[in-house]
T-cell receptor, first 114, second 116 residues
Framework: GNSVTQMEGPVTLSEEAFLTINCTYT??????LFWYVQYPGEGLQLLLK?????DKGSNKGFEATYRKETTSFHLEKGSVQVSDSAVYFC?????????????FGKGTKLTVNP | DAGVIQSPRHEVTEMGQEVTLRCKPI?????LFWYRQTMMRGLELLIY????????DSGMPEDRFSAKMPNASFSTLKIQPSEPRDSAVYFC??????????????FGPGTRLTVL
């Protein structure tokens, strides 16, 4: 079935550094891909998504491009802030028996130091 | 608009006690999901409902766990009897429909359960 693999953390960066969190997927066809973010003590929030190959999702300075050639959906941000410290989850849709569910990666913890 | 509402936010109980977690999905959403999050296993899908009907409960760990959705605006996850290894954060999420998750799921704030 469809699955995602994301880089293990934790990742520690200084403020204004460039961020990349890798995510690769295994899928039949081209399912929608997502990045979710979980701030300390909160539930997951949708950060960005891409619904078809070659799409770029973007939000809050974060970007990810759906690349079918490399089966990847890496998350990037040019200049991180302390407030970006959180856990980031890559996810995709798995379709089974006419219904769908999200399949999440294990999460990557990001800490940004001032 | 109110988001997904979960209660209680924190629960501390003793081993063997019954625990009931509650969730109110976003109004108009037809699909509801229960997840468990731990450091060891990450985020696990326990069960999900579509139009109040359980669709996939393959993630429910064992018979001690049960979930119900008596109407479109309310769901419960019950653990009876509880054990220390059930300690985790339990999240409820909803989405407009299971065929259409491209819009994403909306998560509640979670219930942090500690079983002593």
């Amino acid at each position: 079935g469809n699955s995602v693999t994301q880089m293990e953390g934790p990742v520690t960066l200084s403020e204004e550094a460039f961020l990349t969190i890798n995510c690769t997927y295994t899928a039949t066809g081209y399912p929608s891909l997502f990045w979710y973010v979980q701030y300390p003590g909160e539930g997951l929030q949708l950060l960005l998504k891409a619904t078809k190959a070659d799409d770029k999702g973007s939000n809050k300075g974060f970007e990810a491009t759906y690349r079918k050639e490399t089966t990847s959906f890496h998350l990037e941000k040019g200049s991180v802030q302390v407030s970006d410290s959180a856990v980031y989850f890559c996810a995709l849709i798995r379709t089974q028996g006419g219904s769908e569910k999200l399949v999440f990666g294990k999460g990557t913890k990001l800490t940004v130091n001032p | 608009d109110a988001g997904v509402i979960q209660s209680p936010r924190h629960e501390v109980t003793e081993m063997g006690q019954e625990v009931t977690l509650r969730c109110k999905p976003i109004s108009g959403h037809n699909s509801l999901f229960w997840y468990r999050q731990t450091m060891m296993r990450g985020l696990e899908l326990l069960i999900y409902f579509n139009n109040n009907v359980p669709i996939d409960d393959s993630g429910m760990p064992e018979d001690r766990f049960s979930a119900k959705m008596p109407n479109a605006s309310f769901s419960t996850l019950k653990i009876q009897p509880s054990e220390p290894r059930d300690s985790a954060v339990y999240f409820c999420a909803s989405s407009p429909t299971t065929l259409g998750l491209a819009g994403g799921q909306f998560f509640g704030p979670g219930t942090r359960l500690t079983v002593l």
